[in-house]
């Protein structure tokens, strides 16, 4: 079943991924995706909370069954679904920060989240979260994180709903998702990088738990791993905090 076509609708939870991935164990098909008004324990990355006021933001959960194993690309798979959507619904272009920020002239837009679930060894369901702040005033996020974040009411200056978006999302996500499972990439790898607000060539740094790495950005590779060169030797990263260094 393609994504989108079965959608369930709730007021209020604490967060869709859980509710999404419920219905997965219960056995719910590929394609069925979760929409909640409002989430009272919204997750982010890295065991952030992810800030999710009623009717403020689309928080919505897709549930996957793909039948390849290698899903560190779907991350990225998600976020040039968003970033088409809203590009074909409001002419926003906004830019893709690895691997799961949705960003707009340096704030956050959105994000994000994709969680497993394996059966055995074998991978039984993927959980696509997506995190947007549409009609957010900017008062209407909370003071800590106010300089950092936007929503599409803020950038386009004009009233923006999350059905303006949603009927743009789904042909994205499933454009994007079914080149992802025909082995297309490279595909999904060359338009992250032409869409990504960190620029190729330049110096980033790479947080990781052990240590900051300084060095060039080269690129994505074919598992979605961000590489930098780091006095001459490639290194590749799968899960890290990315920050650029402003030259001087
Ligand atoms: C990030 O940290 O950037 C990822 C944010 C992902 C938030 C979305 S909102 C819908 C889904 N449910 C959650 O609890 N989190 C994701």
Redesign the pocket.
């Known amino acids: 079943m393609k994504i989108g076509t079965r959608i369930r609708w709730v007021k209020s939870c604490?967060?869709?991924?859980?509710l999404?991935r419920e219905l997965a164990l219960a056995g719910e098909e590929e394609g069925t995706v979760v929409i909640?008004e409002e989430?009272t324990?919204?997750?982010?990355?890295?065991g952030?909370s992810?800030y999710?006021a009623k009717k403020k933001?689309?928080?919505?959960?897709a549930i996957l069954r793909p039948s390849k194993p290698a899903i560190s690309l779907l991350p990225l798979v998600a976020g040039l679904a968003v970033r088409e959507a809203i590009f074909e619904s409001l002419r926003i272009r906004i830019r893709l920060k690895w691997p799961?920020?949705?960003i707009w002239e340096e704030k956050?837009l959105?994000?994000?989240?994709c969680e497993t679930g394996f059966m055995g060894n074998h991978l039984g369901y993927v959980?696509l979260?997506?995190?947007?702040n549409i009609s957010h005033n900017l008062e209407d996020f909370p003071p800590e994180i106010r300089t950092q974040a936007t929503s599409l009411k803020l950038i386009k200056e004009e009233d923006v709903k999350v059905k303006d978006i949603l009927p743009r999302l789904w042909p994205a996500l499933n454009g994007w998702y079914e080149l992802f499972l025909r082995g297309e990439e490279e595909k999904v790898i060359r338009s992250f990088e032409e869409n990504s607000a960190l620029p190729l060539g330049k110096k980033i740094a790479v947080v990781t738990e052990k240590r900051v790495y300084e060095g060039i950005f080269k690129g994505i590779d074919s598992f979605g791993g961000l590489i930098l060169e780091e006095r001459g030797r490639e290194k590749c990263f799968f899960s890290a905090q990315i920050k650029t260094i402003k030259s001087k």
């Open positions: 604490p967060s869709t991924n859980d999404a909640a989430q324990k919204g997750r982010g990355t890295r952030r992810w999710s933001g689309l928080y919505a959960s799961n920020d949705l956050k959105g994000g994000i989240l959980i979260g997506i995190g947007l």
